[in-house]
């Protein structure tokens, strides 16, 4: 099973992945003194992802951005701007933009292009699926790593991901999207329950 020790749950959605480089996901309600980022990638626009203040903590001259227009246009540093589909390369990591929105909601319409992402870092391939329902886009992705919402109200439900990483196949399945605004540890330990016997190890990480 690929390690996710260079993996680190910062609450909610945001994780940073140690390399090199530093890559941040989605930071939001960060501590002090975490190490500046080499890149920070945005899935949309909420405060819950976009959040300035946490943003300014780990963005230094030379960071890369990657996220949709939406979060670019209330981005005064430069972004490159991505799309579902396309791929960038940014500090040498290759980061792929995939769909991510609401099927039986309206908090994340597909039509706006939000994203989730995948990328490869130190070998192992993650993929964080931003904030979504079950889509089909997510079929046969099979990263390494998969970080799935699992709060349901804005996302997918524990039962709704549970269904999700079968259908994506990774090997490693962490639970996202609780604790902070909606949903709580019982939900990743639902999450777990569901995929026992899958073959897909589930890691609950502990909030850093």
Same mark, same amino acid.
């Given at each position: ?51 300035? !203040? *946490?943003? %300014?903590?780990?963005? #230094?001259a030379g @960071?890369? &951005?990657?996220?949709?227009? $939406?979060? =670019? ?34 908090f994340h ?33 099979? !990263? *390494?790593? %998969?970080?799935?919402? #699992?709060?349901? @109200?804005? &996302?997918?439900?524990?039962? $709704?991901? =549970? ?24 939900d990743a ?20």
């Amino acid at each position: 099973m690929p390690t996710t020790e260079n993996l680190h749950w910062l609450g909610h959605d945001a994780f940073r992945i140690d390399g090199p480089p530093v890559v941040y996901i989605d930071p939001y309600q960060l501590g002090e003194g975490l190490p500046p980022a080499d890149v920070i990638l945005i899935t949309h626009d909420h405060f819950d992802h976009l959040s300035l !203040p *946490d943003f %300014a903590k780990i963005y #230094v001259a030379g @960071t890369t &951005v990657v996220a949709p227009k $939406e979060v =670019a246009a209330k981005l005064k540093e430069p972004v490159r701007t991505i799309a579902p589909g396309e791929t960038v390369t940014a500090k040498g990591v290759k980061v792929r933009a995939v769909p991510a929105y609401n099927t039986n909601k309206t908090f994340h319409p597909k039509a706006d292009g939000k994203v989730g992402f995948v990328l490869t870092l130190g070998g192992v391939t993650y993929y964080h699926a931003g904030d979504t329902d079950v889509i089909p886009e997510m079929s046969g992705l099979a !990263p *390494d790593v %998969a970080l799935l919402p #699992v709060s349901g @109200t804005y &996302v997918m439900t524990a039962d $709704e991901a =549970a269904e999700a990483a079968r259908a994506i196949r990774p090997k490693v399945a962490v639970p996202m999207h609780y604790g902070a605004i909606v949903g709580s540890e019982g939900d990743a330990r639902r999450f777990a329950k569901l995929l026992e016997g899958s073959g897909i190890e589930v890691v609950i990480k502990q909030k850093e």
